[in-house]
């Protein structure tokens, strides 16, 4: 049984403590290429710790995506629900991917990297948990700001990849806003600006 | 003299041979975790000539990128130049961003990866031969269209980030399409269908 190989120095919380590290980690030195033994050092923990909570590093990502995601998937599938106009559910949309963009810089490049490094099952159920829904709640809204007249008919599996790109690639290659423009880093002006811009491209291309 | 170093069994063109397993590799496997072993083998020559030619595996990722963008470069200084509406400058620069990234399709992850792994001299040098020139036609573009009256203003810094990764993550996310659609590998119909989407939603963001 898993528990008889609980290392005797185990503190309480490691489980999470190893995923603050491992995400602190990410977002700091704006790279997935951390060592199992740099999260340990981090967490404050025995590295033998990721083999007894996670089975291996790649179980730790996935765990790490999970929660990270959580909340994100459960208020999208509510915001379908919601009783509001199609283009201001869209809004509500991408400001939130934005919010868990700027949270975790990481995360799209990570749910990538874990479905290129993972076993295809394991890489199919990531899909399906973690990426699905969002894609589904997006292909909901076009629908239905399509059949009301608000949107253009859109290919939802396009509309996906658009959208996501363009939250994400101020994340990806921040390094471009530091090496082109000087910038080191968004503040929150820089955020609401991006927040607005992405906004104003995703709702003009939904115009007829 | 860097000449005395080169081994004797070096075959013509070898220097391109070169790149070109690289760039085949980078293709072929959605990845840009290649080894010099792997390319040298691909290429058909000693991997002692990638030290002889570019210094190391970076110094040949960087003539690659040089490579692979002068083209592009080139036409989007011309682009600028030309006589023609800033609406139909923009639509062709769009068409020219999709058409670099479906024959390159690791372009902007290898240019960001390159910019992280280098010396700071260095990646501030590829940021301003390669990502500057793009950058700065935009914010061209974009200037003589809100001039004009066409476009609402824009800042370009974020502008850059939203169309790039708008256009990248086709396929920076490639396996989101094998795992949640169940399609491997973009036709010509979803290429075509994606530069529609991604010139709808440039093209609609950038109106008042």
């Keep these: 049984m898993a528990a008889q190989r609980l290392p005797s120095d185990v503190k309480p919380g490691a489980r999470e403590h190893l995923m603050d590290a491992a995400s602190n980690l990410m977002c700091e030195r704006d790279t997935l290429d951390i060592s199992l033994n740099e999260i340990a050092l981090r ?21 790490l995506l999970d929660r990270n995601l959580a909340k994100s998937i459960e208020q999208v599938k509510g915001l379908v629900e919601m ?44 899909a399906n948990r973690l990426i699905r829904p969002m894609a589904d709640a997006q292909a909901a809204i076009l629908a239905s700001g399509a059949a009301s007249g608000d949107f253009r ?53 939904l115009r007829h």
């Design 43 to 63: 967490a404050g923990v025995n590295s033998a710790l990721v083999k007894y909570y996670f089975g291996n590093k790649l179980g730790m990502m996935i765990a």
């Design 83 to 126: 009783n509001i106009s199609p283009s201001q559910k869209m809004r509500i949309h991408v400001k939130g991917i934005m919010r868990l963009y700027f949270q975790y810089p990481y995360m799209q490049r990570l749910l990538v990297a874990v479905m290129r490094d993972a076993p295809e099952d394991v890489a199919q159920d990531v």
């Design 153 to 205: 008919e859109v290919d939802p599996k396009l509309f996906y990849f658009a959208v996501i790109g363009a939250c994400d690639q101020i994340f990806s290659a921040r390094l471009v806003m530091n090496y082109v423009h000087g910038i080191d880093g968004l503040d929150e002006d820089l955020q609401r600006a991006y927040v607005e811009e992405i906004s104003r491209m995703v709702m003009g291309g």
